[in-house]
Each structure stands twice: as C-alpha cells, then as structure tokens.
C-alpha cells in the first residue's frame, strides 16, 4: 500500500540557512499535518492543511511557513534557522481527521 | 485542561511474559483514542483507533480496550521485535490535533 513520502531524508544547514521539507501524501488523502519531535519527546504538531487550505495551528514558530499545493504535496519552509530546530520533522495524511499516517521523517540538523 | 498520561514510562518484558501499557485521558468530549508504535528514528505507525467506551480492538499479540477515563494495550506473549515505544493520542470532538502522552517504552529481552 502507498505511505506518506517525505524528502529529503536528511538534511544539514548551518544557521540561519533556510531549509525545505517536502511531503507527498498518500493518494485520496485530503488532510496533511507536520509535526516536529526531539529526542525522547512526543511529536509536537505544527501546522495542518485539509483540501489546500490550512486548517489548525499548532506550536509552528512565526520563521516557519507551509502550504499544501494542488497535487496535494505540501511544503515545510523553515528560515533563519536555529540549533533548536534540530529534529525529527515528520508529515502525516489522513482522510478527514480520521487515523494519521506517518511518512518516515525528515531528520534536519543545525550546526 | 486536557491531556494525556501513560505509563509506566518503560517496561522490560521477557520473551513470552506478558503485560498491559496504560494511557489515561481528560478530554471534553472523546472523539478518538489512537495508538501508535514508533521505532526509533521512524515514524509513528499507526495501530488502532477506539471511538467509545467498552470497544476493542486486536492486531497479532496486541489488543487495545477503552473505557471512559483510559485505555488499555495488552500485549501477549511479546516477542523482541515488540520492542518499541507505543503512543497514545486522544482527539477531541470540538478541535481535531491529536493531544499526545508521552510514551511507553517496551523493552522485550529474549
């Protein structure tokens, strides 16, 4: 069965670079969130989109910007980034708000 | 305020022995209770959903149970490849973000 794909994989950049995360979700899904997760911690949801459109808010810092596009892809952009945004960023898809599926995560380190 | 509690924070298991992993909620109104198993460095991956007191559900050695205040996943007979840490999260009815506990690392030693 298809997953959520997330790209790319792993990512490093120095600080205050800009990075951007890519999620494709699974076919039919109309909803995609973004989490973040540190070591040892729960995920920390971000932002979510439900047919393109941005649905909730969570804890995403006013640096950070994303959007879902018409194939449905969404994209994470992050700026000016900081050591503290090292972390596992993962995306999920759901139809609706229905049981989430999550892509394999995007490990970004800052040095 | 909402939220969401598991424990224990970790269990060792042997092979073959075994145990339940708690997840205690306070919602508003419970829309959904979802469990999740994450390896490390992976994604969540998705288990179950419980939508009301009383349900159950199973999948090979694990079954999860819901009752108004908490969740139950029993895991029987585990085997080293159950090792993980498992995730709750409850949804409520009003707000759609999953409210997440913090996990419950399982440790099954051969």
């Known amino acids: 069965a298809a997953g959520v794909i997330q790209s790319p994989r792993h990512l490093i950049k120095e600080k205050r670079e800009t990075a951007t995360l890519k999620c494709y979700p699974i076919p039919r899904h109309d909803t995609v969130y973004w989490y973040q997760q540190g070591p040892g911690q729960d995920p920390q949801f971000l932002i979510s989109f439900y047919e393109k459109m941005q649905s909730d808010k969570g804890s995403i810092p006013d640096r950070f910007s994303a959007q879902q596009f018409s194939d449905y892809h969404s994209e994470l952009n992050m700026s000016s980034l900081e050591l503290g945004d090292s972390a596992l960023y993962f995306c999920?898809?759901?139809?609706?708000?229905?049981?989430?599926?999550f892509g394999p995560g995007t490990r970004l380190t800052v040095l | 305020e909402d939220q969401v509690t598991q424990s224990p924070e970790a269990l060792r298991l042997q092979e073959g022995e075994s145990s339940s992993l708690n997840c205690s909620y306070t919602v508003s109104g419970l829309r959904g209770l979802f469990w999740y198993r994450q390896d490390p460095g992976k994604g969540p991956e998705f288990l179950f959903t419980?939508?009301?007191?009383?349900e159950e559900k199973e999948k090979e050695r694990l079954k999860a149970t819901l009752t108004k205040k908490e969740s139950f996943l029993h895991i029987t007979a585990p085997k080293p490849e159950d090792s993980a840490t498992y995730l709750c999260a409850v949804q409520e009815k009003s707000n759609y973000q999953l409210i997440w506990g913090a996990g419950t690392k399982l440790i099954i030693k051969p």
């Open positions: 419980l939508y009301s007191a009383g």
């Open positions: 999920a898809s759901s139809q609706l708000y229905n049981e989430q599926f």
